[in-house]
């Protein structure tokens, strides 16, 4: 019974780790009116938060998926903006810009 649980306690540890993570199919499911319970039922609790008069902002960290993964950027930062209490805009923080 020890020899099973040796080898069922890794797998059962990673699998919870990953199940707490926010994924970018996650994020597609933001849409534009929504209020700050339904993204958070979406995609959990934000990491910060920036308050401004009448509007608010999340910020989270989503994993890539598998394939567009490299090994200094397993993640992107991603912002939703709320003005009234609603979803105004949303989307990456670290996309370049052209120019």
Same mark, same amino acid.
């Given at each position: 019974m020890?020899r099973?649980?040796?080898r069922?306690?890794? +797998?059962?540890? @990673?699998? $919870?780790l990953?199940?707490g993570c926010v %994924?970018?199919?996650n994020?597609d499911?933001? &849409? ?5 319970d339904?993204v958070?039922t979406i995609l959990?609790e934000?990491?910060? +938060?920036?308050? @401004?008069? $009448?509007?608010q902002?999340?910020?989270? %960290?989503?994993?890539?998926d598998?394939?567009? &993964?490299?090994?200094?950027t397993?993640?992107?930062?991603y912002y ?5 209490g609603k +979803?105004?805009s949303?989307?990456?923080t670290d996309?370049?810009?052209s120019g």
């Open positions: 020890k099973l649980l040796k069922i306690a890794p +797998v059962v540890l @990673a699998a $919870g990953l199940a %994924t970018s199919s994020v499911q933001v &849409r534009a009116g929504m209020s700050p339904q958070q959990g934000p990491e910060t +938060v920036a308050h @401004a008069p $009448g509007a902002c999340s910020y989270y %960290t989503v994993l890539k598998f394939w567009s &993964r490299t090994p200094w397993l993640s992107n930062r939703v903006c709320y003005d009234d +979803v105004k949303f989307g990456r996309v370049p810009t």
